[in-house]
């Protein structure tokens, strides 16, 4: 039986790969395989396969930010790709995104382009 924090983590993944698929028109859907060592991210998007998304739920926040920004950094290394960001799910709904500087200065320049 699944513990109740992988539980509430297995679903805000959904939530998150739901909400960005509407955002976006994009196919989402969860990877498998969370905490291995060649980590990619929570999320596949077939669009945009090189795109790490983390997704945290905890109920303390300013933790899951951290954990969130930190994790998509780490894994955008395993994947070999600059574009990342994490989504971080809040005690009663709604969403903030989170991204290092660096991360920001990829989005940034690429939207100039």
């Given at each position: 039986?699944?513990?109740?924090?992988?539980?509430?983590?297995?679903?805000?993944?959904?939530?998150?790969?739901?909400?960005?698929?509407?955002?976006?028109?994009?196919?989402?859907?969860?990877?498998?395989g969370a905490g291995r060592a060649d980590d990619?991210?929570?999320?596949?998007?077939?669009?945009?396969?090189?795109?790490?998304?983390?997704?945290?739920?905890?109920?303390?926040?300013?933790?899951?930010?951290?954990?969130?920004?930190?994790?998509?950094?780490?894994?955008?290394?395993?994947?070999?790709?600059?574009?990342?960001?994490?989504?971080v799910r809040h005690p009663g709904g709604g969403?903030?995104?989170?991204?290092?500087?660096?991360?920001?200065?990829?989005?940034?320049?690429e939207a100039l382009l």
């Amino acid at each position: 039986m699944t513990n109740p924090s992988k539980q509430k983590g297995d679903r805000a993944e959904l939530e998150a790969a739901r909400l960005i698929a509407d955002l976006t028109g994009w196919q989402v859907r969860r990877k498998l395989g969370a905490g291995r060592a060649d980590d990619t991210g929570d999320l596949h998007i077939a669009e945009r396969p090189d795109l790490i998304v983390q997704v945290k739920h905890f109920r303390d926040v300013t933790r899951a930010v951290r954990e969130a920004r930190d994790g998509a950094d780490a894994q955008a290394i395993n994947a070999v790709s600059p574009f990342r960001f994490g989504m971080v799910r809040h005690p009663g709904g709604g969403w903030t995104c989170v991204a290092s500087p660096d991360a920001m200065a990829v989005w940034i320049r690429e939207a100039l382009l």
